[in-house]
């Protein structure tokens, strides 16, 4: 499709210029049917090229031949000013075109065209009837009328062979190509969609048209089509359509709207195809999908009844199984625990009896030792009355030598320090008995907490003295009704852990409280915390984040078992290097089921 026709009245006379302009004017049309097809941008690109540089080649070869027939340096300079004008707006084109190929535009090509039939019938018209006929350019003179009649003549051909070229490909396309005016009204329908929509040649009414629409799809259509209109927007449809013997044909269309060069609506243009070959497969597909789909659900149901059965099966294996493992795994923790409280206690008992002699004789030597320094200073009064110098002086030197001053101030700092630390014995052997608990292990009874927690902090404390320090926030608890040798073992696991989390020197701060009718023990320590993904598995049986043999994943979870037993809660707060918090709390008045 061209959009300039070259004919004999745009011949010159000049055999190589015509050739020239011929070739121009194709270079021309490539360029306007590789926009119009949407060609790709590096295509664009080689033809605005080749038609800038076939240009400028163009130009040149006119200058020379004006050069040589020493054309009027007036009309030369104007024609040279033309050739610059064109050069320059497409090199513009040129540098545009590389970032945006939308730079080539109907208004260029319209520039284009006036410049090119303008530029031929006046500029080089003058140039060749001078050369030609020996004529000063200056003088010669273009019917202006004849020019433009020239010029529209062209362009109407041009036009008319794109509308005969279209009509051609239109009428001989198994396609439905129509184009409607603004007012929604047939203006063009190809022999296709006159066949498929069962309507006698011509151009169809509005009437006939939206009859052979079926009654269920007008509004739709109609709807789409007016929502176009309003938007200036393309759009896809399927709609079908009912002949009079009841016959449905389906419909798949595309359309764009028309638009004017002032922005106004001008109408619709579309293409459609008959689709119901495609709807025909397609129900008949999804018929037997369904019949499909209804015989893989009936077996899928089959198998999932019997993997229901086989899942429940194995479900009860696995739940029995982890209550045998978890009351396997709490049952040696708990006979760990009850050998570990009677060694404590049978170690406590054996300890008692010598640190009884031991304070029993202490206190005995002080008054023995006290006795005998009151006797040392009544000699040593009994010194100035002594008449023998002799004896005196041995006495002297004796007193010198063993100096007798010191001894008898250190001699009762030494049993002080003695009966301090038989006390601090005594006081760890207590320790060991209230954490034991052996007496009344499994009897519920009312307990200091904080009595529980300096207990087992005594218990631990070669875990903890070389890496934490431990501050104590301590509120006022009221004394709760629990198991209190369970509740120093959950301590004691918090603590070690705690301690563990610690690589160099960190501290510990334990914190109580209590609201309601509860309280609430803290362990918090500034050690490497516990990972996000770890968090919810710490209290599962066996699960450590500790080296192999370095832990066995119970501790937590007898923990969370004992607190539990005493309906009580356990709450985590952890940051990657920053620190862990465990948040113990109970009910003061014990738990509702004692031994549930």
Same mark, same amino acid.
């Given at each position: 499709? %061209?959009?300039?026709?070259?004919?004999?009245?745009?011949?010159?006379?000049?055999?190589?210029?015509?050739?020239?302009?011929?070739?121009?004017?194709?270079?021309?049309?490539?360029?306007?049917?590789?926009?119009?097809?949407?060609?790709?941008?590096?295509?664009?690109?080689?033809?605005?090229? @080749?038609?800038?540089?076939?240009?400028?080649?163009?130009?040149?070869?006119?200058?020379?031949?004006?050069?040589?027939?020493?054309?009027?340096?007036?009309?030369?300079?104007?024609?040279?000013?033309?050739?610059?004008?064109?050069?320059?707006?497409?090199?513009?084109?040129?540098?545009?075109?590389?970032?945006?190929?939308?730079?080539?535009?109907?208004?260029?090509?319209?520039?284009?065209?006036?410049?090119?039939?303008?530029?031929?019938?006046?500029?080089?018209?003058?140039? %060749?009837?001078?050369?030609?006929?020996?004529?000063?350019? %200056? +003088?010669?003179?273009?019917?202006?009328?004849?020019?433009?009649?020239?010029?529209?003549?062209?362009?109407?051909?041009?036009?008319?062979?794109?509308?005969?070229?279209?009509?051609?490909?239109?009428?001989?396309?198994?396609?439905?190509?129509?184009?409607?005016?603004?007012?929604?009204?047939?203006?063009?329908?190809?022999?296709?969609?006159?066949?498929?929509?069962?309507?006698?040649?011509?151009?169809?009414?509005?009437?006939?048209?939206?009859?052979?629409?079926?009654?269920?799809?007008?509004?739709?259509?109609? !709807?789409?089509?007016?929502?176009?209109?309003?938007?200036?927007?393309?759009?896809?449809?399927?709609?079908?359509?009912?002949?009079?013997?009841?016959?449905?044909?389906?419909?798949?269309?595309?359309?764009?709207?028309?638009?004017?060069?002032?922005?106004?609506?001008?109408?619709?243009?579309?293409?459609?195809?008959?689709?119901?070959? +495609?709807?025909?497969?397609?129900?008949?597909?999804?018929?037997?999908?369904?019949?499909?789909?209804?015989?893989?659900?009936?077996?899928?149901?089959?198998?999932?009844?019997?993997?229901?059965?086989?899942?429940?099966?194995?479900?009860?294996?696995?739940?029995?199984?982890? $209550?045998? $493992?978890?009351?396997?795994?709490?049952?040696?923790?708990?006979?760990?625990?009850?050998?570990?409280?009677?060694?404590?206690?049978?170690?406590?008992?054996?300890?008692?009896?010598?640190?009884?002699?031991?304070?029993?004789?202490?206190?005995?030597?002080?008054?023995?030792?006290?006795?005998?320094?009151?006797?040392?200073?009544?000699?040593?009064?009994?010194?100035?009355?002594?008449?023998?110098?002799?004896?005196?002086?041995?006495?002297?030197?004796?007193?010198?030598?063993?100096?007798?001053?010191?001894?008898?101030?250190?001699?009762?700092?030494?049993?002080?320090?003695?009966?301090?630390?038989?006390?601090?014995?005594?006081?760890?052997?207590?320790?060991?008995?209230?954490?034991?608990?052996?007496?009344?292990?499994?009897?519920?009874?009312? /307990?200091?907490?904080?009595?529980?927690?300096?207990?087992?902090?005594?218990?631990?404390?070669?875990?903890?003295?070389?890496?934490?320090?431990?501050?104590?926030?301590?509120?006022?608890?009221?004394?709760?009704?629990?198991?209190?040798?369970?509740?120093? +073992?959950?301590?004691?696991?918090?603590?070690?852990?705690?301690?563990?989390?610690?690589?160099?020197?960190? /501290?510990?701060?334990?914190?109580?409280?209590?609201?309601?009718?509860?309280?609430?023990?803290?362990?918090?320590?500034?050690?490497?915390?516990?990972?996000?993904?770890?968090?919810?598995?710490?209290?599962?049986?066996?699960?450590?984040?500790?080296?192999? @043999?370095?832990?066995? @994943?119970?501790?937590?979870?007898?923990?969370?078992?004992?607190?539990?037993?005493?309906?009580?809660?356990? !709450?985590?707060?952890?940051?990657?290097?920053?620190?862990?918090?465990?948040?113990?709390?109970?009910?003061?008045?014990?738990?509702?089921?004692?031994?549930?």
């Amino acid at each position: 499709m %061209a959009i300039l026709n070259w004919n004999n009245q745009l011949v010159l006379g000049i055999d190589s210029v015509d050739d020239q302009h011929k070739h121009l004017i194709d270079l021309t049309n490539q360029l306007d049917e590789a926009v119009a097809i949407g060609a790709d941008r590096d295509t664009i690109i080689k033809i605005v090229n @080749g038609l800038i540089d076939y240009t400028v080649y163009h130009f040149q070869h006119e200058d020379q031949l004006m050069s040589a027939a020493h054309f009027n340096p007036t009309m030369h300079a104007i024609h040279e000013a033309e050739h610059n004008e064109f050069v320059a707006k497409m090199m513009v084109v040129q540098l545009e075109v590389r970032t945006d190929v939308n730079a080539i535009s109907e208004d260029l090509m319209d520039y284009m065209v006036n410049w090119l039939y303008h530029h031929i019938l006046n500029t080089d018209k003058k140039m %060749a009837l001078s050369l030609l006929g020996g004529i000063d350019a %200056a +003088q010669i003179s273009i019917d202006k009328q004849e020019h433009s009649e020239i010029i529209q003549s062209n362009l109407y051909s041009a036009l008319r062979e794109s509308e005969s070229r279209f009509k051609e490909l239109a009428e001989n396309i198994s396609a439905l190509i129509w184009i409607t005016n603004a007012s929604h009204v047939p203006i063009f329908c190809n022999h296709f969609w006159l066949t498929t929509f069962n309507l006698p040649a011509g151009i169809p009414s509005r009437e006939q048209w939206l009859n052979a629409i079926h009654p269920e799809d007008r509004d739709k259509v109609t !709807q789409t089509y007016s929502r176009a209109a309003e938007e200036r927007s393309k759009f896809k449809i399927q709609y079908r359509l009912l002949a009079a013997d009841g016959k449905i044909t389906w419909i798949y269309e595309t359309a764009a709207s028309r638009v004017r060069k002032n922005g106004s609506f001008a109408g619709l243009m579309g293409c459609g195809m008959d689709i119901t070959s +495609q709807k025909q497969a397609e129900t008949v597909l999804a018929r037997s999908n369904a019949q499909l789909e209804e015989e893989v659900e009936k077996r899928t149901q089959e198998l999932i009844n019997i993997n229901r059965t086989l899942e429940f099966e194995k479900n009860q294996q696995l739940l029995l199984n982890s $209550q045998l $493992q978890e009351a396997q795994s709490h049952l040696l923790q708990s006979e760990k625990m009850a050998s570990i409280g009677q060694l404590a206690a049978g170690v406590a008992h054996e300890i008692n009896n010598p640190i009884g002699y031991i304070n029993s004789n202490l206190n005995s030597l002080k008054n023995y030792i006290d006795n005998l320094l009151a006797l040392v200073t009544l000699y040593e009064q009994a010194e100035t009355t002594s008449g023998n110098p002799e004896q005196l002086a041995h006495i002297e030197a004796f007193k010198h030598k063993i100096d007798l001053e010191f001894l008898k101030t250190d001699v009762l700092d030494l049993l002080e320090e003695s009966h301090e630390g038989a006390t601090r014995v005594k006081k760890i052997v207590q320790d060991l008995k209230d954490f034991s608990h052996l007496d009344n292990s499994d009897d519920w009874q009312w /307990t200091n907490l904080h009595a529980g927690l300096e207990s087992t902090l005594n218990i631990v404390n070669s875990e903890i003295k070389y890496k934490a320090k431990i501050v104590k926030e301590f509120g006022d608890l009221p004394e709760i009704r629990c198991l209190p040798h369970q509740l120093n +073992q959950v301590f004691m696991n918090f603590l070690v852990n705690a301690a563990h989390a610690i690589e160099s020197n960190g /501290t510990i701060t334990l914190r109580t409280g209590a609201e309601n009718d509860r309280v609430w023990v803290e362990i918090s320590d500034t050690g490497k915390g516990i990972a996000p993904e770890h968090q919810s598995k710490i209290f599962d049986p066996f699960f450590t984040t500790k080296p192999v @043999g370095k832990g066995t @994943g119970l501790g937590l979870s007898v923990s969370y078992t004992i607190i539990k037993k005493h309906q009580g809660e356990i !709450q985590l707060t952890s940051q990657l290097g920053q620190g862990t918090t465990f948040r113990i709390i109970l009910p003061i008045a014990g738990a509702i089921i004692e031994h549930a």
